[in-house]
């Protein structure tokens, strides 16, 4: 059958249904979706005889990690669908656009009746669980947010190596408040035997209790103790505005610094709420990429990003902040001590050609060659290979596998501290002392010329 589109009615980010308006003498929306938000907008009143085998099927997908969707179906009448487009595009106008015009888009996707499931297996990229794997060795809280029934994230979440086989795993999904408060209640009391006993953790958390959780100051406090000392916590059948408000909620509440990463339009509101937003390359679109502060063409390439790159600015950073203090202190005191040894009459004890040279050579030319050329540790070495006596860079194992142990020195701030700070201004002061005192009482000697008593340095 041949079907001409209509106009488009559904943005991905917004729901996690997408619908389509199809016309062949009958108007038809068909929608695919979550089986949470699917069912939720089912017929009550029809028949659907497939929904007990379905339920059962999507449990029997979810446990073994496919990730599931249900698609649905109504006939819309021509009238609606014209009052529906003519309201949808008035709204654009609108102050409150967006809310209006979900607001028409969800009361269009009502009644509909279950045409059947799917289950897809998404395959896991190369080296996903080993890069999880050492984010988690370098103290680096990894929290899932995603979409997928409970069974599927929990699954995808141990084959990636998020949940680990050590981990003991606290699991909320009550939709009852009262409910919820008594389950997180006990949840903190277990997650408390395991901090005693030095045992990791790990939270599921479901997005009904989630939007509980997140309107009751009381729980997210609960939540918020609660999932600050987990090592990896999962959320799922969240929505796109439920990722953002979770990383909003671990930077307002928690005070941490945030990396999110996507590859869909579904994680462009996370990845825009997060101090760091990472793209990924996918069969998704460049949503994800176009809103991102960094794009990898693989999740592996976040290794090296936060180990290696991050770790070499850090200290490239935090070097070159006590270099200034140094090179500036050191620089202005043989002037101050200047002023007081020629009566403050205003000269300046450096040749101005000095001076000059001084801000190029010295200040910018460090600066630059340091952030290009400073590698304190690298994992990768040139060797010269025996057979064509070609050089080629090759990776040292067991240097890489200790980079997750390094990630302290920039998570602890080591470098740049109040100490090395005093340290680099002491350093300077003494430098500033030598170079004027010096040239101050130097034995010089010339018969040729006669030379002031203070010489320029």
């Known amino acids: ?92 106008s609108l102050p409150n656009r967006e809310e209006v015009q979900k607001g028409l888009v969800d009361a269009l996707e009502q009644d509909l009746h279950l045409l059947g499931a799917t289950a897809v297996e998404d395959k896991l990229q190369q080296n996903v669980p080993n890069t999880i794997r050492d984010l988690l060795r370098g103290n680096i809280k990894v929290w899932m947010l995603t979409g997928d029934k409970l069974e599927t994230a929990e699954n995808i979440a141990k084959s990636c190596k998020l949940i680990q086989p050590d ?48 309107k009751n100051e009381a729980l997210i406090k609960t939540f918020v103790e609660i999932g600050s000392g987990c090592e990896s916590v999962v959320c799922c059948r969240v929505s796109p505005k439920q990722k953002a408000e979770v990383v909003r909620l671990i930077k307002n509440k928690m005070n941490k610094i945030t990396l999110a990463i996507g590859d869909g339009a579904n994680d462009v509101n996370m990845i825009q709420e997060a101090h760091i937003g990472v793209g990924l390359y996918g069969n998704e679109g460049m949503r994800a990429v176009q809103a991102s502060d960094y794009a990898l063409t693989e999740f592996q390439g ?44 205003g000269r300046s004890p450096y040749d101005n050609l000095y001076s ?19 590698q304190d540790i690298n994992y990768k070495t040139v060797i010269k290979d025996q057979v064509s ?41 003494v430098h500033g002392l030598a170079i004027i005192f010096i040239s101050y009482y130097a034995p010089v000697s010339y018969t040729h010329l006669t030379l002031p008593t203070i010489y320029s340095v």
Request: charged residues 20%; contains cysteine; positive net charge.
């Open 167 to 214: 981990f003991s795993i606290l699991r909320l999904s009550d939709t009852v408040p009262e409910i919820l408060e008594q389950s997180l209640k006990a949840h903190k009391e277990v997650y408390d035997q395991c901090v005693a006993q030095k045992m990791r953790k790990a939270f599921l958390v479901e997005a009904d209790a989630l939007a509980i959780i997140l």
């Open 356 to 374: 000059t040279f001084f801000q190029i050579l010295f200040t910018a030319f460090p600066v630059i060659i340091r952030a290009i050329y400073d």
């Open 302 to 345: 976040l290794w090296r990003l936060v180990f290696v790159h991050g770790h070499w600015c850090y200290k490239r950073i935090a070097d070159m902040v006590l270099y200034f203090f140094y090179k500036n202190v050191m620089y202005a005191l043989p002037t101050l001590w200047y002023a007081f040894i020629s009566a403050f009459n």
């Open 1 to 92: 059958f041949f079907f001409q589109a209509e106009d488009g009615i559904r943005d991905a980010q917004e729901s996690r249904g997408l619908g389509d308006v199809y016309k062949r003498q009958l108007v038809k929306l068909y929608i695919k979706g979550a089986d949470s938000i699917i069912r939720s907008r089912l017929h009550k009143r029809a028949m659907h005889p497939f929904l007990a085998n379905i339920d059962a099927k999507l449990l029997e997908f979810s446990r073994q990690g496919l990730r599931t969707l249900l698609i649905a179906m109504r006939v819309i009448d021509e009238g609606e669908l014209r009052n529906f487009t003519t309201q949808y595009l008035a709204a654009q």
């Open 389 to 429: 006596g070609r050089h080629k860079i090759v990776d040292r194992p067991l240097v890489k596998d200790q980079f997750p142990n390094f990630y302290y020195i920039s998570q602890k701030a080591t470098i740049f501290t109040w100490r090395n700070l005093i340290l680099w201004m002491i350093n300077g002061i």
